[in-house]
């Protein structure tokens, strides 16, 4: 069983960086893939970036070249580095890691299989 606790949420004016990170306890299988959420009250779940334990990363549209998924295998952390923050990235985000059988699945935008999540961290840009 993975447990994923997250951290690094905050409140930051436009403009403004976090670094959010994802530490994960327990076992984990390789391949995995591991990636990053978000939701406001009443929306749906969007999916912000994944990467697979190869590495290779995936972000979506909103978010690419202002935030950078990456990991620390040695730290068991995995990071979501947020740059550039507008209002509209206000939200609950949230990781998630999933052992898969390909990492084909990680670099599919539309992999939305993830089992293990975290309980959230706040993000607010004002």
């Known amino acids: 069983h993975v447990q994923l606790v997250e951290s690094g949420g905050g409140s930051v004016q436009t403009g403004g960086s976090l670094r959010l990170s994802c530490v994960a306890s327990?076992?984990?299988?390789?391949?995995?893939?591991v990636g990053w959420f978000r939701q406001g009250p009443g929306s749906e779940r969007e999916w912000v970036a994944t990467?697979?334990?190869?590495?290779?990363?995936t972000h979506a549209d909103s978010v690419k070249g202002r935030f950078t998924i990456s990991k620390d295998n040695a730290k068991n952390t995995f990071y979501l580095q947020m740059n550039s923050l507008q209002q509209e990235d206000t939200d609950m985000y949230y990781c998630?890691?999933?052992?898969?059988?390909?990492?084909?699945?990680?670099?599919?935008?539309?992999?939305?299989?993830?089992?293990?999540w975290g309980q959230g961290t706040q993000v607010t840009v004002s």
């Open positions: 998630a890691a999933q052992p898969v059988a390909s990492l084909v699945q990680c670099s599919n935008p539309s992999f939305r299989n993830f089992g293990f």
């Open positions: 327990g076992r984990m299988y390789r391949p995995y893939c």
């Open positions: 990467m697979g334990s190869d590495g290779m990363t």
